[in-house]
């Protein structure tokens, strides 16, 4: 896979040709003949509005999230998230089924469905957005992906079908995860852990004092730090930081602009702690770190 330091394409989630309901699914051979004729294509990275759950019946490769390649074999169920920064490995072998859909249509199956919450655990310390469940589980998952892709074909299709089939399907991925971080909380952590992340996303470059997200949130900064470690591995404060930096690694390559401006946009007060900051977090200076992932990705 080549990379070059350019302005990936953010790509917003089409909800006319998804019928206005949140969620669409499309072929990976689709997706592979797609790449050979339009710009921008799906093989070289972009950012996201949405979710894609990427399921990978034949093929095997490695799937760029946010910097890091993570190996994937048929049978293989791939997560990425709202914002993540990814690229696909496909070839004319490679044959799957990829499910698109919306932070709202998430909210929408939590609300109706009463099932578990679902986190955008991608910051915590075990982060592993690749799923391979055994024999029995995989069955059950194909099976489910498939109902779900003639539902969705379905001119007449029901809403309430997709959302069942949907929330089963999830459910069966995190019983293939039992290790899973956030599997251990209750659905009151969960949506405090969920909460806090959505001010965390939405306030960054302005706030990065872990007490005033707990104040946000009308709880301790004791009870926030217990659900963060719970959830994710990492202290409020470890996730705060991890999320600038990740913020500021994709701006770094995405936007490709000067460290004084990110320093700006990130909220710092001048380039030079801007710089100390993201030294002490990535062991790398911020131009360090362009040139380094000019020259591995090239």
Request: hydrophobic share 40%; aromatic share 10%.
């Amino acid at each position: 896979m080549v990379l070059t330091i350019m302005d990936f394409p953010e790509i917003a989630f089409n909800y006319q040709k998804a019928g206005n309901i949140g969620i669409e699914s499309i072929r990976l051979e689709d997706l592979y003949n797609r790449a050979q004729v339009i710009e921008p294509t799906p093989i070289t990275p972009h950012r996201l509005n949405f979710y894609n759950l990427i399921f990978v019946e034949q093929g095997a490769g490695k799937h760029l999230i946010d910097f890091i390649e993570y190996s994937f074999e048929p049978g293989s169920f791939i997560l990425v998230h709202p914002d993540q920064v990814h690229a696909y490995d496909l070839d004319a072998e490679t044959k799957g089924e990829v499910l698109l859909f919306t932070g709202s249509f998430v909210e929408l199956v939590l609300n109706n469905m009463r099932m578990p919450g679902f986190s955008p655990n991608h910051l915590g310390v075990n982060y592993q957005p690749v799923i391979k469940p055994y024999k029995a589980g995989l069955a059950s998952c194909v099976l489910l992906m498939e109902e779900l892709s003639k539902e969705l074909a379905n001119p007449s299709r029901d809403v309430l079908i997709l959302m069942h089939l949907f929330s089963c399907l999830l459910l069966m991925l995190r019983r293939e995860q039992p290790e899973a971080d956030n599997n251990t909380l209750s659905t009151g952590q969960m949506d405090r852990l969920n909460r806090f992340l959505s001010l965390l996303h939405s306030n960054f470059t302005t706030m990065r004092d872990a007490s005033l997200y707990a104040d946000k949130l009308h709880t301790t900064y004791k009870t926030l730090n217990q659900v963060c470690k719970k959830g994710t591995g990492q202290t409020a404060k470890q996730l705060i930081d991890a999320y600038t930096l990740l913020e500021a690694k994709r701006r770094l390559v995405i936007d490709n602009c000067t460290t004084q401006q990110l320093a700006w946009d990130l909220g710092f007060n001048d380039a030079s702690n801007f710089v100390k900051y993201f030294k002490k977090h990535a062991h790398y200076t911020p131009s360090d770190f362009r040139k380094l992932y000019a020259r591995t990705s090239s």
